[in-house]
T-cell receptor, first 108, second 113 residues
């Protein structure tokens, strides 16, 4: 069964304090690993798709990496506006299977 | 591009009533997905369509739930009769072909009292 586990469940950082979020997955035939950001009361907003081990993608203060078993979302020098829930999902067939998410709070 | 459009944004209804949620996908997207999000279970896929045809409805919780896609620009998710445990945020998402990203709507927050 396809499964996605995210850790930690919640993370509190001071502004400028870099850290990483983890996404571990098991899937039969990975067809993409996705990272989304979700703000309260809104739908998930697409950040990155990674397709193969060793691949990396960056956007502003965020960098996503992928291995054969997990993905990391690195946040460098975060700002309060980076506070959100970050969701990881794997594509299995045509479906996205989501993890429970990591709630990130960045305090100034 | 207006993105994926869902209506209504909020719905409050009484137990036993019929509820219809609506979704307009991004023009040109071949796939449409209905997800449900709750605190306990996170985001769960209910059903998805390809070229207006339902492909996988294994996530639909009960026969009280039904979904249709009469054309490429419109889909509905209906709950009849509604129950308090159906309270959740329902998201619609669409996707173009093979390596495309999945774009989500803003969701419908359903409260059944």
């Amino acid at each position: 069964e396809d499964q996605v586990t995210q850790s930690p469940e919640a993370l509190r950082l001071q502004e400028g304090e870099s850290s990483s979020l983890n996404c571990s997955y098991t899937v039969s035939g990975l067809r993409g690993l996705f990272w989304y950001r979700q703000d309260p009361g809104k739908g998930p907003e697409f950040l990155f798709t990674l397709y193969s081990a060793g691949e990396e993608k960056e956007k502003e203060r965020l960098k996503a990496t992928l291995t054969k078993k997990e993905s990391f979302l690195h946040i460098t020098a975060p700002k309060p506006e980076d506070s959100a829930t970050y969701l990881c999902a794997v594509r299995s067939g045509n479906k996205l299977v989501f993890g429970a998410g990591t709630i990130l709070r960045v305090k100034s | 591009d207006a993105g994926v459009i869902q209506s209504p944004r909020h719905e409050v209804t009484e137990m036993g009533q019929e509820v219809t949620l609506r979704c307009k996908p991004i023009s040109g997207h071949d796939y449409l997905f209905w997800y449900r999000q709750t605190m306990m279970r996170g985001l769960e896929l209910l059903i998805y369509f390809n070229n207006n045809v339902p492909i996988d409805d294994s996530g639909m919780p009960e026969d009280r739930f039904s979904a249709k896609m009469p054309n490429a620009s419109f889909s509905t998710l209906k709950i009849q009769p509604s129950e308090p445990r159906d309270s959740a945020v329902y998201f619609c998402a669409s996707r173009a072909r093979d390596r495309g990203g999945y774009t989500f709507g803003s969701g419908t927050r359903l409260t059944v009292v």
